[in-house]
């Protein structure tokens, strides 16, 4: 198969959001999968909700995982797949950048940043449902420092408003998530 030199690999939406959302979902659907398979073997006194409630944190952090850490080798297997070459791209592994300087400019990136942890602070509770506001702030800051930390070595750079936005996402949609819990249990009383 010839590809002109100038030609960049393009399959829906490639180099956009969305486009990256649709690479992760297989990993991510794939790593729910196994572990409802896994939990269902192993506690078989599970009801449905039991299996799959905390199954979707697996699933969301996983395409999380593909989204800021995996993205350049998803990138270059998706094109092998599709393409049966390898990409000709050179994943830059330890760049070791970090911007350790806030900015508060709001663009694409930004707001994707804030939108991407928003769902943590709803399915870590359904995960671990023992855990409390602060236990769940924390588990989702120390993941997006965790995250932030090893991008550097992933070819991708360490930016202090990716851990800013992150956390502010979490605290935010954990704060609504307890809020609204509490309110629903004092209704039923």
Not at 57 to 66: K, P
Not at 108 to 136: K, V
Request: glycine residues 6%; positive net charge.
């Amino acid at each position: 198969m010839y590809f002109p030199d100038n030609m960049t690999f393009h399959y829906f939406f490639f180099d956009t959001y969305p486009g990256y959302f649709l690479q992760a979902l297989p990993f991510a659907l794939i790593a729910g999968l196994v572990f409802v398979l896994y939990r269902s073997r192993r506690e078989r006194h599970l009801s449905p909700a039991e299996r799959f409630l905390p199954a979707l944190f697996v699933c969301y952090l996983t395409g999380l995982l593909c989204l800021t850490l995996f993205l350049y080798v998803m990138g270059d297997l998706y094109y092998f797949l599709f393409y049966h070459a390898p990409s000709g791209r050179h994943i830059r592994w330890f760049c070791l950048e970090f911007d350790l300087i806030p900015t508060l400019s709001l663009d694409a990136e930004q707001l994707g940043n804030f939108l991407m942890f928003l769902p943590f602070g709803i399915l870590y509770p359904l995960f671990q449902p023992r855990s409390g506001l602060n236990r769940t702030i924390t588990a989702g800051l120390v993941t997006c420092l965790g995250i932030e930390l090893l991008q550097p070595v992933f070819g991708r750079s360490f930016d202090i408003n990716d851990i800013i936005l992150n956390g502010l996402a979490v605290a935010l949609s954990a704060c609504v998530f307890y809020r609204l819990r509490a309110v629903l249990t004092q209704r039923r009383k």
